[in-house]
């Protein structure tokens, strides 16, 4: 049985929305929130894979369960916007790189 965090997919698509509706001068690519929410997971899942640390080293330096983050690794969670903030500082990445979203040139 999988556990489906609703809230923090609500959270999610709270803050898609938000980002995709603030252009600021330049148009931002257009895709929905169940695209965005793949391409969270698979950055997630690509900065695991690069980091030098066992998943449980990564787990206690997010401060979070083992359990948590498997559940993030393999979709079946999402994090909130909190967590996104932490995984971001961590890999030094921007939260925009974690959801997939690049300003057009």
């Known amino acids: 049985m999988v556990c489906i965090d609703y809230s923090s997919i609500v959270i999610m698509k709270v803050i898609i929305i938000r980002i ?50 498997t559940a ?3 979709g079946d969670k999402l994090p909130d916007i909190d967590m996104l903030i932490k995984i971001a500082y961590i890999f030094d990445v921007s939260v925009d790189w974690l959801l997939g979203i690049h300003r057009e040139e």
Do not use: P, V
């Open 72 to 74: 993030y690794e393999n």
């Open 20 to 69: 995709m509706k603030k252009k600021r001068g330049k148009r931002l690519y257009k895709r929905n929130s169940e695209e965005i929410q793949t391409i969270l997971l698979n950055n997630i899942k690509w900065l695991i894979k690069r980091n030098d640390k066992t998943c449980e080293e990564l787990a206690n330096h997010l401060d979070i369960d083992f359990s948590t983050l």
